[in-house]
């Protein structure tokens, strides 16, 4: 069976992906998947650094304000979405085009990861909820440390979501989730694809971040988190996990300064950063853009993306081959 070609662009954040994106689905006649955990959810627009409308130069964008924030959003949900996008990009003979820095979600779509959906053993995930209130995430992570040391490296001890599910996993199978989704990475992508990965100088990608925050500030992230918890939004939901949501609420809450939430909306982007980048360089087949080389000339790096897909048989004439 001929496999359907496929263009991701990761990167870490604040990097450029998204002018970088919309230069490249304009040249490739494309439509752009966003691979974002938190560009899919409405209201929650200068936090996630979310294109409008109006910037979207025509070029049709998918998985943007899709869930409200009450709703549940996590890398099953993203996979079956996005293959249900993918079609329709396919069958209108275009190429979709997967952008966003969250790599998880980019992997399990890639390789077509199976995450096992057997059944689910609630009384084990009920009694890990009921741990982590009484004793609170590091402990819970402690656990994890325990069973599965990979996935504990992986998963940050405040994403009390995927931790319970790794210690879920393990404990219902007897064997750590990272076994078995480092079997599933093995397996050859589905997909004629080209990876790229943008990045930056990292003081330049640190400069790059601060100066966001800044502007997202200035463009109002304060009203917006003020009008999300009003809603009834709480840290306790996905779409409260992202970076600046979490750091505001806090300060809306009383338990940080105006100053202190930013400098840690700052600092933590930084980390986070850092975290994608040290997921995409463990990736197969990568193919890295560093902005440096490149002058940061986004047509010098176009042209290099378009030969790259060249050498790998993806071409487009009107439809996609």
Not at 41 to 64: C, F, N, Q, T
Not at 222 to 238: A, F, S, T
Not at 264 to 269: A, F, G, P
């Amino acid at each position: 069976m001929e496999k359907k070609p496929l263009i991701v662009l990761a990167g870490p954040t604040a990097v450029g992906k998204t002018e970088l994106s919309l230069k490249l689905a304009g040249r490739m006649g494309g439509e752009i998947i966003s691979a974002d955990s938190m560009q899919v959810y409405r209201y929650l627009d200068i936090g996630s650094a979310k294109i409008r409308k109006e910037e979207m130069r025509k070029i049709p964008h998918h998985l943007i304000d899709v869930l409200d924030p009450e709703e549940e959003f996590n890398v099953t949900v993203f996979q079956r979405m996005a293959k249900e996008c993918m079609e329709g990009i396919y069958q209108r003979g275009h190429i979709p085009i997967v952008t966003g820095g969250t790599g998880f979600y980019i992997q399990a779509l890639l390789y077509d990861i199976d995450f096992a959906p057997e059944e689910e053993d609630t009384g084990i995930r009920q009694s890990l909820e009921a741990l982590a209130r009484e004793k609170g995430a590091h402990y819970l992570h402690t656990l994890l440390e325990q069973a599965d040391p990979e996935s504990a490296r992986e998963i940050h001890e405040n994403n009390i979501k995927r931790v319970i599910r790794a210690l879920e996993f393990y404990r219902h199978r007897g064997f750590p989730i990272s076994l078995h989704n480092r079997q599933q990475r093995e397996k050859e992508s589905p997909y004629l694809s080209c990876y790229f990965v943008l990045n930056d100088d990292r003081d330049r990608l640190y400069e790059r971040i601060n100066e966001r925050v800044d502007r997202m500030l200035e463009a109002g992230l304060l009203d917006e988190v003020k009008g999300l918890r009003e809603r009834g939004c709480c840290r306790d939901m996905v779409s409260m996990q992202g970076l600046g949501y979490k750091e505001l609420l806090s300060f809306f809450e009383g338990e940080l300064s105006l100053e202190e939430a930013v400098e840690l909306i700052k600092r933590d982007s930084r980390h986070f950063a850092k975290r994608q980048l040290t997921w995409f360089r463990r990736e197969k087949d990568v193919i890295w853009i560093d902005r440096q080389v490149f002058g940061g000339d986004d047509g010098r790096i176009l042209s290099f993306m378009t030969e790259k897909m060249l050498q790998k048989g993806i071409f487009y004439d009107g439809q996609f081959k």
